[in-house]
């Protein structure tokens, strides 16, 4: 295994499952000393050193970026990977979710980037990059807050790429598809038949199945390297050519 990470320190927003863990295990195996900030720990086990963290507070990040600098004083890689979802359209959408979704997925991702700005900023090999979703370039049903969210992060990933620019610290995005995950069963269990939604989604892109939190890890990790020191202000596609195939039934 390559070890383009050795000597990196980074922190993984929801790394204690899905997408978020596989990117610990990749940089981990890369050389790279890993923190995962997220609620529980989940299955990041020895993979990451885990710091309890609710990006949708202000305290809770400010105290897990306080724990992280009793340990470590230095930060190269920011992975902005938590978020939530929700299932339902404009017309049914109370406040109470609008708030709740655009809260944890746009703000707190600010929150984040905001305690790590200062460290990155003294690191030569500094890198954001930000989980969006195809939900923010394509439209998805029952998404509404959920796609706007995802949308504002990508905004805001091309605000922090042109802010950041003089402080050396790249700021990239991904979109992936639909992925095989907890969260993503979490919001299947929520429909009236689990198993047909599930067929529903894998029908929907093109290459016939979810992608899998693997592959979206290693686009993310990709973006993240300091092998990739040109690129900044771009989102990467991981969505088995959702967006961009049109494939006759």
């Known amino acids: 295994m390559d070890k383009e990470f050795a000597g990196l320190t980074a922190i993984i927003t929801g790394a204690g499952s899905g997408i978020g863990l ?3 295990k ?3 195996e890369r050389g790279a000393t890993v923190y995962g900030f997220d609620i529980n720990q989940g299955e990041m086990g020895s993979v990451a050193t885990f710091i309890k963290c609710d990006i949708g507070d202000g305290a809770s990040v400010d105290s897990a970026f306080a724990e992280f600098k009793k340990t470590s004083s230095k930060l190269d890689i ?16 109370t406040d109470e979710i609008w708030q709740k979704v655009l809260n944890v997925n746009v703000v707190g ?21 930000n989980t969006a979703s195809v939900a923010a370039i394509d439209g998805i049903p029952n998404r509404a807050a959920y796609s706007a969210s995802k949308g504002a992060i990508l905004s805001l990933t091309l ?4 802010d950041h620019l003089s402080d050396g610290i790249r700021v990239n995005a991904v979109n992936p598809a639909t992925a095989d995950t907890p969260w993503v069963k979490r919001l299947l269990d929520q429909s009236a038949d689990a198993k047909a939604a599930r067929v529903a989604l894998e029908a929907r892109q093109p290459m016939g199945r979810l992608v899998s939190p693997s592959e979206i890890a290693n686009a993310i990790i990709f973006l993240a390297s300091p092998l ?7 989102t990467l596609n991981v969505d088995g050519g959702l967006h961009s195939l049109r494939i006759p039934k």
């Open 26 to 28: 990749g940089l981990k």
């Open 22 to 24: 596989e990117v610990a």
């Open 109 to 129: 991702t600010a929150r984040v980037s905001r305690g790590a700005i200062a460290l990155l900023r003294e690191s030569k090999s500094a890198a954001i990059v």
């Open 228 to 234: 990739q020191a040109s690129i900044t202000g771009t």
């Open 159 to 162: 605000a922090m790429a042109t």
């Open 78 to 93: 920011l992975i902005n990977n938590a978020g939530i979802g929700s299932l339902t359209t404009v017309e049914k959408e």
